[in-house]
């Protein structure tokens, strides 16, 4: 076990574990002694499971032992999207910080009520947008940030794959809140206007393939096209300025980072192409699930804002919202 000595007064509870509860449960045991560590499932099997994985971490399935547990000072929230609002309201009433899987809540107002409540109680509100946490993603930033592709003009992302179909939420709101996160963070603004379409071919009701499209202050614009109606896996977002362009693309077991300097530039009142070889852009290979959780820990020892905290997640949030009222339009 890689014990952080300096998260030993951290203690966590983790809500949910499910399919992405459970990779949360195995990540906190990397990082925390397994006595600080509680998970509660309302599934009693799920407990084989948690001490298979490690035997000290404790287990329940009483909900309310996890409230009136005085110790427990972080819950990560990895239920049905539908619960998260509740759920981390009662959290933070019980005086935890709270990490919740996205998305915050599935209504703006919602979570406008859990930002508040996180300000009004002092209390760390932060949403799993794990990609604000994946190493090529801050390494874009940075790079934004000091001119390295100039001035930003356009980003696309797509996020493609077959399968698998979902019932409760359409294809916008199973893979879209990614990429909105991304977006949000490289642009550094919220857009000032949003369109999206889709379609709806193997459930009535619930698009399969939808395309939002973003405009920005400063002439950026952006598009996300997101389908679970996709011959083959491509997670690929391209983020474009006036001297170079980065592409990342998650899919890929190597070359996940790339920069090509291209472009257009005016000569002598002419437009002109430019071009040449891409480079690889190298970064450290850290896992962005337990970047986010350290984060998170880190947020409450030393009390500092959260890269995605309640404020991002409220934009993403109404993001999605709008998007989705233009969707049924």
């Known amino acids: 076990m890689n014990y952080i000595q300096n998260l030993s007064s951290i203690s966590l509870a983790i809500i949910g574990a499910g399919r992405w509860g459970f990779n949360h449960v195995r990540t906190a045991n990397q990082l925390l002694e397994a006595k600080n560590i509680t998970v509660f ?6 407990e084989l499971k948690i001490k298979e994985l490690n035997s000290g971490i404790n287990f329940t399935t009483d909900f309310e032992s996890v409230l009136n547990n005085k110790a427990i000072n972080a819950v990560v929230i990895a239920t049905p999207a539908e619960t998260h609002f509740e759920i981390a309201k009662k959290c933070m009433k019980a005086g935890k910080n709270v990490l919740v899987e996205k998305p915050i809540t599935l209504v703006p107002e ?47 992302s797509n996020r493609l794959n077959l399968g698998a179909i979902r019932s409760e939420e359409n294809a916008l ?19 000032t206007d949003i369109q999206a379409n889709g379609g709806a071919f193997v459930q009535e009701g619930i ?9 920005y202050p400063n002439n ?39 920069f090509y300097p291209k472009g257009f530039k005016e000569v002598d009142g002419v437009i002109e ?11 450290e290979n850290k896992m962005p699930l337990a970047e986010e959780q350290k984060h998170f820990y880190e947020s409450i020892l030393n009390n500092t804002t959260p890269r995605t905290d309640g404020k991002h997640a409220l934009e993403v949030l109404e993001i999605l919202d709008k998007a989705t009222k233009k969707l049924k339009e």
């Open 110 to 156: 919602e979570a406008e009520e859990l930002l508040n409540l996180s300000l009004k109680l002092n209390l760390k509100l932060m949403v799993g947008h794990v990609l604000l946490f994946h190493p090529a993603v801050l390494r874009m930033k940075d790079g934004l940030e000091k001119g390295e592709i100039g001035k930003l003009q356009y980003i696309y």
């Open 173 to 191: 709101w199973s893979f879209a809140p990614h990429d909105i996160s991304v977006i949000q963070y490289l642009v550094g603004d919220n857009p």
């Open 41 to 46: 499932d309302s599934l009693p099997q799920v």
């Open 220 to 258: 950026i614009k952006a598009h996300i096209f997101v389908s679970w109606l996709h011959p083959f896996k491509e997670q690929r977002m391209v983020v474009i300025g006036d001297k170079g362009m980065y592409v990342f693309e998650d899919s890929l077991k190597e070359e996940k980072l790339k």
């Open 273 to 283: 192409k430019f071009e040449a070889d891409y480079q690889v852009i190298e970064f």
């Open 207 to 215: 698009e399969d393939s939808t395309m939002t499209f973003l405009s």
